[in-house]
Nanobody
């Protein structure tokens, strides 16, 4: 089982930037695809971005393409989400997640989740 801890959330004005981090421990981070998800109040959790175990393949939700960048540093066991040109509709709790299977699909299934970090974008 892997433990995931997100950080970097906060309050930012529309058009601003934030970088989220997700620190992993408990198993070999570099062997697993990772993803970012978010959940806004009253809405279901939704996919934001994913990255494969090596970092060579990524995918994004249409709503964040061109604004968000997912990356990972396997030497530091850390996943990142760089968020630029933030919009009020990006306001949500952001969660990182780890694939259940080593060297699995970029789309999971994801079996381990962090506790989330709040991102609030003011207009």
């Amino acid at each position: 089982q892997v433990q995931l801890v997100e950080s970097g959330g906060g309050l930012v004005q529309a058009g601003g930037s934030l970088r989220l981090s997700c620190a992993a421990s408990g198993r070999t981070f570099s062997s697993y695809a990772m993803g970012w998800f978010r959940q806004a109040p009253g809405k279901e959790r939704e996919f934001v971005a994913a990255i494969n175990w090596s970092g060579s393949s990524t995918d994004y939700a249409d709503s964040v393409k061109g604004r968000f960048t997912i990356s990972r540093d396997n030497a530091k066991n850390t996943l990142y989400l760089q968020m630029n040109s933030l919009k009020p509709e990006d306001t949500a709790v952001y969660y990182c997640a780890a694939d259940r299977t080593a060297y699995g699909s970029i789309y999971g299934p994801f079996g381990s989740w962090g506790q989330g970090t709040q991102v609030t974008v003011s207009s």
